[in-house]
Structures are given as C-alpha cells and as structure tokens.
Nanobody, 123 residues
C-alpha cells in the first residue's frame, strides 16, 4: 500500500514562491508516475502537473505553465512542485497522486492519493 504525504504548503504573498513535496512511504516513487492536483473551495479539482517514471516527461496545466516546475529525486523518493509567481487564484489544497502503471495521460485516474497540503496566496 503506497502512502503519499504532501508538505510545504503555507501562506505566501502574491508573486512569492513555494516548493511542495510529495514523499512516499513503503515504496520508492522512482517506480511511479506522479501527478499534482489542486482544489480550491467551491471549485472543481484541477490538474496541475505530472511527471513520468520512465523518461521523466513533464506535463503542466495551462494555468500554471511557465510558473510551476515538477521534478523528482528518486534517491529521496520525493517529487517536488516548485511554484513561482504565485497568484491569489493559486490558493487551494494541493494533492499528489501516484500510479505504478497508468501514464500521465490518465493522471486523473491515478490510484494513490495523499492527504493534501494547503497553499494560500494573499497579501
């Protein structure tokens, strides 16, 4: 049973930066495709990013492209989401998701999800 734990959220001013981490317990994330999602209060879940386990290909939602960067450190079994130029509309709970078999094109159906970490962008 893969367990994921997100961390790094908090309160940041508009234009600021945060780095979120998604760490695995029990298994190395090097074997998994990893995606990031977010959900703002009263809003639908929104795909943020995904990184492939095979060739390291990355994918980004249109709303974060150019501002967010996903990366992985397999030795630490951790995936990161570096967020720059944060905007108030980035305020949400951020979740990571992992799947051993499904590729990033099926990221919405990934089988393992973390508990989320809250990001608030406000002055």
């Amino acid at each position: 049973q893969l367990q994921l734990v997100e961390s790094g959220g908090g309160l940041v001013q508009p234009g600021g930066s945060l780095r979120l981490s998604c760490a695995a317990s029990g298994f190395s994330l090097g074997y998994y495709n990893i995606g990031w999602f977010r959900r703002a209060p009263g809003k639908e879940r929104e795909g943020v990013s995904c990184i492939s386990k095979s060739d390291g290909s990355t994918y980004y939602g249109d709303s974060v492209k150019g501002r967010f960067t996903i990366s992985r450190d397999n030795a630490k079994s951790t995936v990161y989401l570096q967020m720059h130029s944060l905007k108030p509309e980035d305020t949400a709970d951020y979740y990571c998701a992992a799947d051993l078999y499904k590729t990033c094109v099926s990221v919405r159906d990934f089988g393992s999800w973390g508990q989320g970490t809250q990001v608030t962008v406000s002055s």
